[in-house]
Structure formats: C-alpha cells, structure tokens
C-alpha cells in the first residue's frame, strides 16, 4: 500500500476524533455585528464632512466690542450668548471662514452646517450684495471666477476649514 493510501485512511479514520460534536458546535457565542470592528476602519476625511455653502456677503457690523465687523449671516458676540443657551447642539452655522474683498465691504465665505437645513436661511437668502453657491451644484472653477471679482488673488485652497 502507498503512502498516499495509508495517509487517507488515517485521515479518514481520525477526522471524527478531532471534530466537534454539534452540540458543542452550538455551545460556543457567535460573534454579531454590533461586535466585530474592521481592523482597517478609516475616519471620513473632515473636509467631506457635512454641508457646506460658499458667498459673497456684505459686511456688517459697527466695528465696536459689542458688534464687530463681520459677514452677514454671522452672529455678533451677544446675538451668540443668547443663541447659544437656546440652541442644540450641532445645528445652524458650526463654522465659517471668511476672506474680507480687496475694497472691505465684502466678505468670502465658507458656511459649513451639519444639514442642508441649517444653512437654509443663507440658500434662500435674496440680500442685495450676496451670492450664495452650493458644493456640489457649482464647480470650484465658478466659485473662484466670482470670488476674483471681490478678491483679484483668491484661490480655492485658502478655504481650509474643517468642522469637527
């Protein structure tokens, strides 16, 4: 008999030793879903996180302690305390960055809220001065053209916010 033969049957004839009876099988936890994590879970990049909406705003503002210059849309520090004691949390403007035009009357601006909804108010704004775009509804090429107008050395990549 050959070796092949030999080590066939001894597999054979062990296979049922080493095996686990079905009851045993059944006795063991098996993992769920809720329990297992890939071992190679990435972060989403900030930068693709939650909405966000580019303009050109006037600014407004006396320019005292109490109402600084600012673009419009933007609380002044007072309008913030009372916001903030009523608000929730991650609603609204989370951030924004703002680049003031060359003449300083106008603001650049970065708007980024958690939803669409919470930047509603800067969407449907019909103020004399302001141009509102949309990520993912106007190109950056769009965006840029506008903003040249206001500010004749912008570029995109000033923006760099990132809302956490």
């Avoid at 050959?2 to 079905?22: E, M, N, R, Y």
């Avoid at 098996?30 to 297992?36: E, M, S, Y």
């Avoid at 570029?155 to 916010?161: P, Q, R, V």
């Amino acid at each position: 008999m050959s070796k092949a033969a030999l080590l066939g049957i001894l597999l054979g004839a062990l296979t049922p030793v080493f095996s686990q009876t079905p009851a045993a099988s059944t006795a063991q936890p098996q993992p769920t879903a809720a329990k297992v994590t890939p071992i190679n879970q990435r972060r989403v990049d900030p930068a693709a996180m939650y909405h966000r909406v580019y303009a050109v705003v006037p600014m407004t503002g006396t320019g005292k302690k109490d109402d600084p210059f600012r673009p419009m849309f933007v609380l002044s520090p007072s309008q913030m305390t009372v916001a903030s004691a009523t608000a929730v949390k991650h609603t609204g403007i989370l951030s924004y960055q703002m680049h003031v035009s060359d003449d300083g009357k106008f603001a650049l601006v970065e708007f980024v809220g958690a939803t669409r909804a919470d930047l509603q108010p800067i969407l449907a704004s019909t103020a004399a001065g302001a141009t509102v775009f949309e990520r993912g509804n106007a190109t950056q090429a769009q965006i840029e053209t506008e903003f040249k107008k206001y500010k004749k050395d912008f570029t995109m990549s000033l923006f760099n916010t990132r809302a956490q």
